[in-house]
């Protein structure tokens, strides 16, 4: 028997038909108006009949005046209910949970499209691998705005529960706002919002605490966390198992691991040679985390082969495989997986058209396969990254000026 074909019960009750999940990928697949696009629904039915048992989605932004790309998903009110709907529907007959994953960028927001750069403290970006990043020093957020702020993913959540997605996933990683307030680095608030770890670690219960109340207790909530931050005085292992433990009291549901920001990109690729030659980036830490949460663990990042996968589940060291790029080339990968392939993910990849370019034209390169997806087109692992790279630099011009004021 294959174990990544058993199913899961998640505390809240709800159950996932395996152990495969589809990590989150920027899709960048709305229109100018920030709103999902049938080829985003194209590329999730395709998704649906991958044989994952769990889909997160990309970034969902959470306010239309704070974007990470420029064709981001926004939902702030019931304007795209149907469209949502839609969306919501494209996993129907499989028994594969939709998530959505709700995310503000805090300083991360690209500064060509947005006006204002908002952040815990006034901490600029250094110069890193994140698309439109920029130095300039962004606005600390007052009180006031940290709650609206905090309404906002809760009203967000809520809208997308109505529309028929199967859970909310709350991306704390990867140097967004939630894991801005996490980081000593960034966030240097003296007020309660900051300082200790307890103080920095209150934006995101409380976050989790707003979704809660309006989604109930038998909805999933999960999270997307760092490992660390990777990044002289940033968000530490040590602080982060802390986190772990204060989520799991408050009884989320999944804990999904990843690490780095795009100042210090570890989910890209730069990681520590021990967890290079177990394959998966951050081993080390999930088995640690193990031992102090019965909370599930989804692990993302590097895994490629099946043999793996298999083993660090059946070692009990995590309970969810996460997959993300694959998923653009191999749309098929989680039937794969569980018919148990002889495809070597990562020696496949080798060949395609990324090879040696950097971690920012990566990204671009992996949404334009996703792209393809959504127009019926099969991948192409040749796929010129330099012609990607022109093309997405158009689109952020384009919204830059066709963006309507709000």
Request: aromatic content about 8%; some cysteine; proline content about 4%.
């Amino acid at each position: 028997m294959n174990i990544l074909k058993e199913e899961i019960i998640l505390p809240n009750g709800s159950t996932l038909k395996n152990r495969i999940a589809k990590s989150a990928m920027s899709e960048n697949l709305s229109n100018t108006s920030n709103e999902p696009t049938p080829q985003l629904i194209e590329v999730y039915k395709k998704w649906a009949k991958s044989g994952a048992g769990l889909l997160i989605t990309g970034n969902i932004m959470v306010d239309s005046k704070a974007l990470g790309e420029p064709r981001n998903v926004v939902v702030e009110n019931r304007e795209n209910f149907e469209i949502l709907q839609e969306w919501a529907a494209s996993v129907k007959g499989t028994e594969t949970q939709l998530w959505a994953q709700i995310n503000h960028p805090g300083r991360q927001a690209m500064e060509l499209i947005n006006s204002d750069l908002k952040a815990p403290s006034a901490v600029p970006l250094k110069s890193g691998g994140r698309k439109g990043a920029t130095k300039k020093i962004p606005i600390a957020l007052t009180d006031n705005q940290i709650l609206t702020i905090i309404e906002a993913f809760g009203n967000t959540a809520l809208i997308l529960k109505d529309a028929g997605f199967s859970g909310i996933q709350i991306h704390g990683a990867h140097g967004y706002l939630v894991s801005q307030f996490l980081s000593p680095y960034a966030n240097v608030r003296s007020d309660k919002w900051g300082g200790s770890i307890a103080n920095r670690a209150r934006f995101v219960i409380e976050v989790y605490r707003k979704i809660r109340a309006q989604v109930g207790s038998s909805f999933p909530i999960g999270i997307k966390l760092n490992s660390a931050d990777f990044q002289k005085g940033g968000f530490s292992e040590e602080e982060s198992m802390e986190v772990v433990q204060l989520l799991s009291k408050e009884g989320i549901d999944l804990i999904e691991i990843s690490g780095g920001t795009y100042e210090a990109p570890a989910m890209m690729g730069k990681r520590k040679k021990s967890s290079a030659t177990r394959e998966v980036y951050f081993m080390d830490y999930i088995e640690k985390a193990r031992k102090i949460t019965k909370t599930p663990l989804m692990l993302t990042g590097g895994f490629r082969t099946t043999s793996v996968m298999k083993d660090a589940v059946a070692s009990n060291q995590l309970d969810i495989v996460g997959i993300a790029r694959p998923f653009a080339v191999y749309p098929t990968i989680g039937n794969d997986i569980c018919n148990e392939s002889k495809i070597n993910f990562n020696t496949e990849i080798r060949k395609t058209g990324i090879k040696g370019i950097d971690g920012a034209m990566n990204i671009i390169w992996y949404e334009a396969q996703i792209k393809r997806l959504g127009k019926g087109k099969a991948p192409k692992p040749d796929l010129n990254p330099w012609w990607v790279f022109l093309k997405y630099s158009w689109l952020i011009l384009e919204q830059k000026i066709t963006k309507p004021k709000k």
